[in-house]
């Protein structure tokens, strides 16, 4: 077993500080892109936002897709039944806003997800005067220039997509909505300059040409996931998709574990199902720390019973936390940069970010687990079979 432990633990180091090298240039990423000119590319702009039900400050997320700094833009709110509980706030909400507004009704759906069938009978009803499509979700709550920003770099017509992320900020520190955001926020350190980037649902720019000719809406049609299915065909089409982190969104969340489980499950599932490469992965990554860490604690507790030194196993087992914990201070100092106005909350929190990331990889491992043997997710309110990345059975 102590042969076992030092490979593992060499190998969980040496990952662990390829990491922090990568968080590194990840601050770097993030604080060039905040200095730079974000360009003046200004073409029509449509606004996607599905709805469903009644979340944590729902009125004041859809306000703030009302009130971006850019003009030249409409939002449409889709709702998929007219008896949603949603209805009555977004109906307010576009009535009350600057931007043009409207509510669409896209109906039940066939064989793929709800939030998928919303955002196609959306695009399908769209005049061809809008140039860029824009999809955000109805649990963020993005700052006045986002919008801008997020489309401008469309202005390179050398890449196919642009996207962000979310980053949730717990509004009460209860278990499970602080694991929540501590299982959330390496996801942020996914994206980066130069990686294989995926795109977001809830904050991704793309032209109307090249959305249309990557044959997305095809994609979509027996598909749950709307990000992924977009993600899968501009990787087919060979397009590029540049991370915007100012663009970064705060979605303020609260949970029981029953939620927890549901969101975190859902989550690793559909990877599985979408992007197999990145699933198996993650997988090892969080298994191999997971696998230091039980057996660095279990050598430590030998060694102490029989009364024999263990100093060096207690640095290779804390060295890799050492490192984790570097790694999310630095992803922590991006964000802060990142979201000024939620700078003294999200530091309030700080220990949730650092500290809890310590052992959310056991989290991600029943994740993994759960992936491994159901293709069933549960996503408001509805439940979907995953046979395949093209084939969705609701149940």
């Not at 449509?46 to 944590?56: D, F, M, Q, R, S």
């Not at 009555?88 to 066939?110: D, F, M, Y």
């Not at 994206?191 to 249309?212: H, Q």
Request: glycine residues 6%; charged residues 15%.
């Amino acid at each position: 077993m102590e042969t076992l432990f030092y490979i593992v633990a060499t190998l969980q180091i040496l990952l662990g500080a390829y990491l922090v090298w990568h968080a590194v240039e990840w601050l770097g990423y993030v604080r060039r892109r905040l200095h730079a000119d974000p360009g003046f590319y200004s073409p029509r702009v449509a606004v996607l936002c599905p709805c469903k039900g009644i979340e944590p400050g729902l009125e004041r997320n859809l306000q703030s897709l009302t009130e971006f700094v850019r003009q030249n833009y409409e939002i449409f709110f889709i709702l998929a039944s007219g008896s949603d509980p949603a209805r009555s706030i977004v109906e307010r909400v576009a009535k009350g806003s600057k931007a043009k507004a409207q509510v669409i009704l896209a109906g039940s759906p066939t064989n793929c997800g709800e939030k998928v069938n919303n955002l196609r009978t959306a695009i399908e009803q769209l005049p061809p005067e809008f140039e860029v499509l824009v999809f955000a979700d109805s649990d963020g709550r993005p700052n006045k220039n986002w919008l801008h920003n997020l489309v401008a770099p469309l202005g390179d017509v050398r890449i196919g997509a642009t996207t962000t992320m979310r980053w949730l900020i717990p509004n009460q520190t209860n278990l499970p909505t602080a694991l929540l955001a501590a299982w959330n926020a390496p996801l942020v350190t996914m994206l980066s300059e130069k990686g294989k980037n995926f795109c977001w649902g809830g904050g991704t720019a793309i032209r109307r040409s090249t959305f249309e000719q990557s044959g997305v809406l095809d994609a979509w049609r027996n598909s749950v996931s709307d990000d992924y299915s977009l993600t899968r065909a501009l990787q087919h089409s060979n397009r590029s998709i540049a991370f915007v982190p100012e663009c970064l969104t705060p979605s303020y969340v609260e949970t029981d574990f029953h939620g927890l489980l549901e969101f975190t499950n859902r989550q690793v599932l559909i990877t599985r199902v979408y992007a197999d490469q990145v699933w198996r992965a993650a997988a090892f990554t969080h298994l191999l720390y997971c696998v230091t860490l039980v057996l660095g604690l279990i050598l430590i507790g030998s060694e102490f019973i029989e009364q024999r030194p263990a100093f060096h196993i207690v640095m290779l087992t804390f060295l890799p936390i050492l490192l984790s914990c570097l790694r999310s201070s630095l992803r922590l100092i991006g964000v802060t940069e990142t979201l000024p106005a939620a700078r003294s909350q999200i530091m309030g929190q700080a220990w949730i970010y650092i500290l809890f990331t310590i052992f959310m990889p056991f989290l991600f491992l029943l994740n993994f687990v759960n992936s491994l043997v159901t293709r069933k997710i549960y996503w408001r309110g509805m439940a979907y079979q995953l046979i395949g990345p093209e084939q969705t059975r609701i149940i």
